[in-house]
């Protein structure tokens, strides 16, 4: 495994992360322990979850994917300090009317609900899960600087944040001496590039962010299950998912998914492994976060470790890619 820098921190992860967004809701506690071990035991060092995981599975309260990491690390496979933990706050946790945003009130108590989740005395990355037009930036970072200095969070960052608000909450932290964001976790894969290239790749660059993309293959469909004229595989998001169901009705992308694979088979790799390979060559980009809900997929995941496409398949691929 390969590790990169987290940003301009001196902090070393692995240039993949292991997402758990699908830990209680499509893979049992049972599994996710399997994943776990399975993606420690391969050298990543990086795990990504949330306070809110995944409050939309039915019966599900949230936290359970923070409450499945804290009791698979109580179990010793690996020491907690060769492990970057990074969670998220913003979402709504509860009924009350702080149990969510990003006001001072509920940043310190979620900080708190998740290291006791978690079964750890500190966060290594805290990030905001989306922007708060009801608190000011000013608020916020003022929390999480104190969450800093208490030892409970090592360094925040932010996702799914405009150019601007990233440019703001930098602007805001070095004029009032506060912890600053040392990365941005944004919606970006092959066919979702518009978003995160248009200013925010710019951004990332020119202040020495470390992008950590979340959806690298779209929400699957970038693994080659999806077939042209063909109804979704069952079991797959394909089923439901409207965003899916409309990239099954764009040409383009079919376009893209034919040059996938023609470059996979070139290279004796999967689809997946060549559209996680080409976030791996983009310069700005740290560590997609895999989403596996089974060891199967995660071995799938591992293949695009260490890959990285030359100028030529570069430019093919985005040739294909969805821009606008």
Same mark, same amino acid.
Request: a neutral charge; one cysteine or more; aromatic letters at 8%.
């Given at each position: 495994?390969?590790?990169?820098?987290?940003?301009?921190?001196?902090?070393?992860?692995?240039?993949?992360?292991?997402?758990?967004?699908?830990?209680? /809701?499509?893979?049992?506690?049972?599994?996710?322990?399997?994943?776990?071990?399975?993606? %420690?035991?391969?050298?990543?060092?990086?795990?990504?979850?949330?306070?809110?995981? *995944?409050?939309?599975?039915?019966?599900?309260?949230?936290?359970?994917?923070?409450?499945?990491?804290?009791?698979?690390?109580?179990?010793?496979?690996?020491?907690?300090?060769?492990?970057?933990?990074?969670?998220?706050?913003?979402?709504?946790? +509860?009924?009350?009317?702080?149990?969510?945003?990003? *006001? =001072?009130?509920?940043?310190?108590?979620?900080?708190?609900? *998740?290291?006791?989740?978690?079964?750890?005395?500190?966060?290594?990355?805290?990030?905001?899960? /989306?922007?708060?037009?009801?608190?000011?930036?000013?608020?916020?970072?003022?929390?999480?600087?104190?969450?800093?200095?208490?030892?409970?969070?090592?360094?925040?960052?932010?996702?799914?944040?405009?150019? /601007?608000?990233?440019?703001?909450?930098?602007?805001?932290?070095?004029?009032?001496?506060?912890?600053?964001? %040392?990365?941005?976790?944004?919606?970006? *894969?092959?066919?979702?590039?518009?978003?995160?290239?248009?200013? &925010?790749?710019?951004?990332?660059?020119?202040?020495?962010?470390?992008?950590?993309?979340?959806?690298?293959?779209?929400?699957?469909?970038?693994?080659?299950?999806?077939? =042209?004229?063909?109804?979704?595989?069952?079991?797959?998001?394909?089923?439901? #998912?409207?965003?899916?169901?409309?990239?099954? =009705?764009?040409? =383009?992308?079919?376009?893209?998914?034919?040059?996938?694979?023609?470059?996979?088979?070139?290279?004796?790799?999967?689809?997946?492994?060549?559209?996680?390979?080409?976030?791996?060559?983009?310069?700005? %980009?740290?560590?997609?976060?895999?989403?596996?809900?089974?060891?199967?997929?995660?071995?799938?995941?591992? +293949?695009?470790?260490?890959?990285?496409?030359? &100028?030529?398949?570069?430019?093919?691929?985005?040739?294909? #890619?969805?821009?606008?």
């Amino acid at each position: 495994m390969e590790y990169r820098r987290l940003g301009s921190t001196g902090a070393k992860v692995s240039e993949l992360c292991l997402g758990t967004m699908q830990f209680g /809701w499509t893979a049992d506690e049972a599994t996710s322990y399997q994943v776990l071990t399975a993606a %420690v035991e391969a050298g990543l060092n990086f795990l990504d979850t949330a306070d809110i995981y *995944s409050r939309w599975a039915e019966g599900n309260p949230g936290g359970v994917a923070e409450t499945i990491l804290g009791k698979w690390m109580k179990k010793g496979v690996v020491r907690r300090e060769q492990l970057v933990i990074a969670t998220k706050v913003r979402g709504e946790v +509860g009924e009350g009317p702080n149990d969510k945003g990003l *006001s =001072r009130v509920h940043i310190l108590a979620a900080a708190e609900a *998740s290291l006791r989740r978690l079964g750890t005395d500190y966060i290594d990355l805290y990030q905001l899960h /989306w922007p708060d037009d009801e608190t000011p930036i000013e608020e916020t970072l003022s929390a999480l600087d104190d969450l800093v200095r208490r030892g409970m969070v090592r360094y925040i960052g932010c996702s799914n944040f405009a150019a /601007w608000q990233v440019v703001q909450g930098l602007w805001v932290s070095d004029r009032s001496r506060l912890e600053r964001f %040392v990365s941005v976790q944004p919606h970006y *894969s092959l066919v979702n590039r518009a978003e995160f290239e248009r200013e &925010l790749e710019a951004v990332c660059r020119t202040y020495g962010l470390a992008v950590l993309p979340y959806s690298p293959l779209a929400g699957g469909f970038l693994t080659g299950k999806y077939r =042209r004229g063909e109804a979704p595989p069952s079991p797959s998001r394909g089923e439901k #998912s409207t965003r899916l169901q409309g990239y099954m =009705r764009d040409d =383009r992308i079919w376009s893209l998914l034919g040059t996938l694979e023609r470059v996979a088979g070139a290279r004796g790799k999967t689809v997946s492994q060549v559209a996680l390979g080409w976030l791996l060559t983009r310069p700005t %980009v740290t560590s997609p976060i895999i989403g596996p809900r089974s060891v199967e997929q995660l071995q799938d995941n591992l +293949g695009a470790e260490g890959l990285r496409l030359s &100028l030529e398949e570069m430019e093919e691929i985005e040739a294909q #890619s969805a821009w606008k």
